[in-house]
């Protein structure tokens, strides 16, 4: 904690002696570079209105880089644009556009390189390779950014947002469109994604690799090609985020996969294929969330186990749960199925006969699903009837045993 207040002490008293240095067509400095280089550490760069093709932009000192009414850096389709290669930046109110692009290399709108304090706000990129890149960073913020990409193929593209081997980062209120994935985190811990818009991104709207003690928490994820993927990931807040039209053959609103000790809270999955689809799924609760309009609302592979599914609203789903085994080690508990026909003689608002959310039908497509085909044909409906009343292939323990009688407010 003194360390940290130390550098923000030395920060804050360099910026006390700063110069403030104009860059423009009407001023006395017409060039970037020059400016940045007869900066000295804690001035401000002021750069006015205007298109900039300056190449490969390096800011190697602790300067404010400030743009007046969105002045263009242009990389022409052949440059990383902007670098930043010193702590304590700050890139605010730049348009940054055409960066260059390699298969073999990440040429970037912004990049961060082993640097920390580093703050990327009120900016926006567009048609860039990758659009804001933090690698080996802690304590960087990527505020309010506006990011814009036109890919079509996830080969041709970069990610939005990524973020590589970093500590304690903030990425808040950014809106990321077009990209391979709109936020990408590899090996981040301790950081937090907040209000955030991704959208129509090719792969995923946000991709979770090895990071851990992270949170999301108010973000909208809606027609990805394959929603929000967390793989390989421990100890991870999901609070309050919306999963929308994220629709496809492997299309999920959240796909799970090896990760254990987290929390899904008051989050929305409305109209995805399947809301979540879980796989080597462990100690997870998931609490107060709406599974509306999906293909399936929950897919629980059976390697998934002790995870508590509780207090949740299922409407409207074709199926609500599916999985592709026999062995149930997961809890379901006071869930509001809408497609429950049970009664509440006691008006306590609970069932009194407890519900089995898997249908006969919903095993028979886990299994083959071809046999989608007869989806709503009387034959199924007979079969998913008799099921009900003599349990023979769905696991008897698939069970919510204190069903609602009303829909949550949530």
Known sequence: MMKRLLYLFLLFSSFLYANVIEVGANKS??????????????????????????????????????????????????????????????????????SGYASLEDPCGIKVYNKNYVVIQNNILDDNFFGIYIQNGKNCIIKNNKLSAYGKEEQRIGNGIH??????????????????DGIYFEFVTNSVIWRNISTKNIRYGLHFMFS?????????????????????????????????????????????????DSYIIGNKFTKNTSGIHMEGTNRILIEKNVFEANGWGMNIQASCMDNVIKNNNFIGNTFDISTNGSLVLNTFNSNYWDKYEGYDLDKNGVGDVPYHPLSLFAVLTEKNPSAMLLFRSFMITLLDKSEKVL?????????????LMHSLSL
Request: with cysteine; hydrophobic share 40%.
């Open 29 to 98: 400095i017409k060039s970037i570079k020059k400016a940045i280089r007869i900066a000295k550490t804690g001035d401000t760069v002021i750069v006015y209105k205007g298109i900039y093709r300056e190449g490969n932009i390096v800011i190697d000192k602790k300067i404010v880089f400030l743009g007046k009414n969105f002045p263009v850096l242009d990389g022409q389709k052949k440059y990383e644009i902007l670098s930043i290669k010193a702590d304590g930046v700050i890139v605010d109110g730049f348009k940054v556009i055409r």
């Open 163 to 180: 973020c590589w081997k970093s500590d304690s980062l903030q990425i808040i209120a950014n809106t990321i469109s077009g990209h391979r």
């Open 212 to 260: 851990n003690d992270d949170a999301y928490i108010s973000n909208v994820f809606k027609n990805n090609g394959a929603g929000v993927a967390v793989m390989f990931t421990k100890r991870v807040k999901m609070f309050n985020n919306h999963f929308e039209e994220n629709w496809g053959d492997a299309a999920y609103g959240l796909f799970l996969k090896e990760i254990s």
């Open 391 to 403: 349990p023979s292939i769905t696991p008897d323990n698939f069970i919510d045993n204190t069903p």
